[in-house]
Nanobody, 122 residues
Framework: QVQLVESGGDSVQEGGSLNVSCAIS????????LAWFRQGPGAERDRVAS???????TYENPVKGRFTLSKDNAKKTLTLQMNSLKPEDTAVYYC????????????????WGQGTQVSVSS
């Protein structure tokens, strides 16, 4: 049984930093894609960043230069380090897994966590 469990969501001030993590079980993190998505109030669920099984990382434009995605295959964790947070980063952040290569579309992902709330106030 595949489980993705997010943690680390919190409320922070604009300009602050936060790490959110995803603990993964029952899924091969070495040979497949992992990603973070986010969904703000009344918005679509959009990709934030993803990491291919060979290591390439893709960041969406709104977070480039501020967020860093990392994967630990030994610990089976996926971490999103978020710096210089802005109010528009406020959203529920979801960890997602997809077999083989990554996609920008949320509907292409096979497994999801329950989400963790990140709130950024100005």
């Amino acid at each position: 049984q595949v489980q993705l469990v997010e943690s680390g969501g919190d409320s922070v001030q604009e300009g602050g930093s936060l790490n959110v993590s995803c603990a993964i079980s029952g899924f091969d993190t070495v040979n497949n894609c992992l990603a973070w998505f986010r969904q703000g109030p009344g918005a679509e669920r959009d990709r934030v960043a993803s990491i291919e099984y060979w290591g390439d990382v893709t960041y969406e434009n709104p977070v480039k230069g501020r967020f860093t995605l990392s994967k630990d295959n030994a610990k089976k964790t996926l971490t999103l380090q978020m710096n210089s947070l802005k109010p528009e980063d406020t959203a529920v952040y979801y960890c997602a897994a997809r077999r083989r290569v990554c996609s920008w579309r949320s509907s292409d992902y096979h497994y999801w966590g329950q989400g963790t709330q990140v709130s950024v106030s100005s």
